[in-house]
């Protein structure tokens, strides 16, 4: 077998535009036929239903991406097997669960069988299908539809643009749901505790902080050269600045207010550091996830966050270029 650099790549652009075809089809295609399978997922997860994906071949496969879609953004799914399922797989299916049937040509024989038994259980049933006039499609409750112009397998045997605009359709009622529900970043987490995903979206601010040496802390009364010197020996663009007495936070200093400070005159840096400083900072506790001190530096256009405890004490910083490195931005 022999590969045509010049004749693989023109196929292969051919082989994307098609699959791009039936994502624009299936786009432009989108009705109330849409919305209502939206909301039916929706009042079944909210009545405590879950949702079945069943399909067979290149469908299955779609199906179990879709149920492991839906469980990462709290939605109760599951796989039902077409051909198990009418030898005792059923007992997984309840009533109240709503049921997507993928099958391309809708006429699938194994996914139609499970149809009666379906109903019987008081399960609805949506259609997942290109074929809008298929007999799944007739005897489904819902239907979601997504356009085939054409499959890009020259031999028109290989599903390529139907299962990609399937996964698609799927992913998209998937976000839907996502943004109606509210989830929530700390929400995502929770479902996803392994993996880097995992470790990014629980990392707490206790994990990325600077502390120890790396904190330099200085009291009101210090010069601002003494602090200065502190920032450069901790390597650090501020510095905490603490009450001299109960230490608590009184503001921070930093290289931007350094740079003020020199415009106000010779001897600027005999002069306490709280008169250049920034009173009342933007602060975060320690045991805040560090996506919500990535929040804070965002809404609030700062360089650095200073830590603090129960008491209002700093005990650490989060700089803002160590976020990149974390891999939280």
Same mark, same amino acid.
């Given at each position: 077998?022999?590969?045509?650099?010049?004749?693989?790549?023109?196929?292969? @652009?051919?082989?994307?535009? $098609?699959?791009?075809?039936?994502?624009?089809?299936?786009? @432009?295609?989108? +009705?109330?036929?849409?919305?209502?399978?939206?909301?039916?997922?929706?009042?079944?997860?909210?009545?405590?239903?879950?949702?079945?994906?069943?399909? =067979?071949?290149?469908?299955?496969?779609?199906?179990?991406?879709?149920?492991?879609?839906?469980?990462?953004?709290?939605?109760?799914?599951?796989?039902?097997?077409?051909?198990?399922?009418?030898?005792?797989?059923?007992?997984? =299916?309840?009533?109240?669960?709503?049921?997507?049937?993928?099958?391309?040509?809708?006429?699938?024989?194994?996914?139609?069988?499970?149809?009666?038994?379906?109903? @019987?259980?008081?399960?609805?049933?949506?259609?997942?299908?290109?074929?809008?006039?298929?007999?799944?499609?007739?005897?489904?409750?819902?239907?979601?539809?997504?356009?085939?112009?054409?499959?890009?397998?020259?031999?028109?045997?290989?599903?390529?643009?139907?299962?990609?605009?399937?996964?698609?359709?799927?992913?998209?009622?998937?976000?839907?749901?996502?943004?109606?529900?509210?989830?929530?970043?700390?929400?995502?987490?929770?479902?996803?505790?392994?993996?880097?995903?995992?470790?990014?979206?629980?990392?707490?601010?206790?994990?990325?902080?600077?502390?120890?040496?790396?904190?330099?802390?200085?009291?009101?009364?210090?010069?601002?050269?003494?602090?200065?010197?502190?920032?450069?020996?901790?390597?650090?663009?501020?510095?905490?600045?603490?009450?001299?007495?109960?230490?608590?936070?009184?503001?921070?200093?930093?290289?931007?207010?350094? @740079?003020?400070?020199?415009?106000?005159?010779?001897?600027?840096?005999?002069?306490?550091?709280?008169?250049?400083?920034?009173?009342?900072?933007?602060?975060?506790?320690?045991?805040?996830?560090?996506? +919500?001190?990535?929040?804070?530096?965002?809404?609030?256009?700062?360089?650095?966050? $200073?830590?603090? +405890?129960?008491?209002?004490?700093?005990?650490?910083?989060?700089?803002?270029? +160590?976020?990149?490195?974390?891999?939280?931005?």
């Amino acid at each position: 077998m022999a590969i045509d650099p010049k004749t693989a790549l023109s196929r292969a @652009r051919a082989c994307i535009k $098609i699959e791009q075809e039936a994502l624009a089809a299936t786009s @432009r295609g989108l +009705d109330q036929g849409f919305v209502a399978v939206a909301k039916s997922v929706e009042t079944a997860a909210d009545a405590g239903g879950k949702i079945i994906f069943s399909g =067979v071949g290149k469908s299955a496969h779609i199906a179990e991406k879709l149920v492991g879609t839906f469980n990462s953004i709290g939605l109760s799914a599951c796989f039902l097997d077409a051909t198990q399922a009418l030898h005792g797989d059923f007992g997984l =299916v309840g009533k109240g669960d709503l049921a997507f049937l993928l099958s391309n040509s809708g006429q699938t024989e194994e996914v139609l069988r499970l149809i009666p038994v379906l109903k @019987r259980f008081g399960v609805g049933i949506v259609a997942f299908t290109s074929n809008a006039v298929s007999d799944l499609a007739k005897n489904a409750d819902l239907k979601l539809i997504y356009r085939v112009p054409r499959e890009a397998c020259p031999l028109k045997l290989a599903p390529t643009a139907s299962t990609t605009a399937a996964l698609a359709l799927g992913d998209a009622l998937a976000m839907v749901l996502l943004a109606a529900r509210g989830l929530t970043r700390n929400d995502f987490a929770k479902y996803h505790p392994g993996g880097n995903l995992g470790r990014v979206l629980l990392l707490k601010v206790k994990d990325i902080m600077r502390s120890g040496n790396r904190l330099p802390i200085a009291p009101e009364t210090a010069t601002t050269q003494a602090a200065i010197l502190a920032m450069t020996k901790a390597r650090s663009g501020s510095i905490a600045i603490v009450h001299p007495k109960s230490g608590k936070l009184t503001g921070i200093f930093t290289d931007g207010d350094f @740079r003020r400070s020199a415009l106000t005159g010779a001897g600027f840096l005999e002069k306490p550091v709280a008169a250049h400083m920034t009173r009342s900072p933007k602060v975060v506790s320690e045991e805040a996830l560090g996506v +919500d001190a990535l929040n804070l530096f965002e809404a609030h256009k700062i360089d650095d966050l $200073i830590v603090v +405890d129960a008491k209002g004490k700093p005990v650490g910083l989060v700089d803002g270029q +160590d976020l990149p490195k974390l891999k939280i931005v």
